[in-house]
């Protein structure tokens, strides 16, 4: 199975809505205090953000843990989220429209869902959420020991993995 690489945490589908007529954005980098011009596909994505390392596991396991699992969830929720997105747009756009119903209760959820996915998968609270997860109730836990040693004694290792990629999930 093929990795993918660059995974956004802004989608493409997203940031299309903010390009010129060139399909390009003009982007501001904080960093180095300058500002160009980007193609949506370039911006606002980390290599392997979704991933999960396969750390002190057996080799056959492959480098991460479920390749694509998270990236894959993404990609299916975009499409609802676009369609719903492009007909709020539509109907915006129609100066005829001033007073017409711009969404109805179902996507009003689609795109409470969608805010919440903008917000969750961005690197910044990715990584608050992964360290205010690690608590010492659920590494204690005798379940969870007895699990991390059977892993163990199969010759896998690689808990601390699994759990990692299940929180992310």
């Not at 501001?28 to 596909?41: F, L, T, V």
């Not at 057996?58 to 492009?86: C, P």
């Amino acid at each position: 199975m093929k990795i993918k690489r660059r995974q956004h945490y802004v989608s493409q589908f997203y940031l299309r809505n903010f390009t010129d007529n060139s399909k390009m954005l003009w982007v501001y980098n904080r960093a180095k205090e300058k500002i160009h011009k980007s193609m949506p596909r370039d911006i606002c994505f980390k290599d392997y953000i979704y991933e999960t390392k396969w750390k002190e596991a057996d080799e056959r396991l492959g480098k991460y843990v479920s390749i694509n699992y998270i990236e894959d969830i993404f990609a299916n929720q975009e499409k609802e989220y676009s369609d719903v997105l492009k007909r709020i747009i539509k109907i915006c756009e129609s100066p005829s429209n001033k007073n017409a119903l711009i969404c109805n209760a179902e996507e009003k959820l689609v795109i409470a869902r969608f805010i919440a996915n903008m917000l969750l998968r961005n690197p910044w609270s990715l990584n608050q959420f992964m360290e205010e997860s690690h608590s010492n109730k659920v590494q204690n836990n005798e379940k969870i020991g007895q699990f991390k040693e059977i892993m163990n004694q199969l010759g896998f290792g690689g808990f601390d993995s699994l759990y990692e990629m299940s929180i992310k999930k």
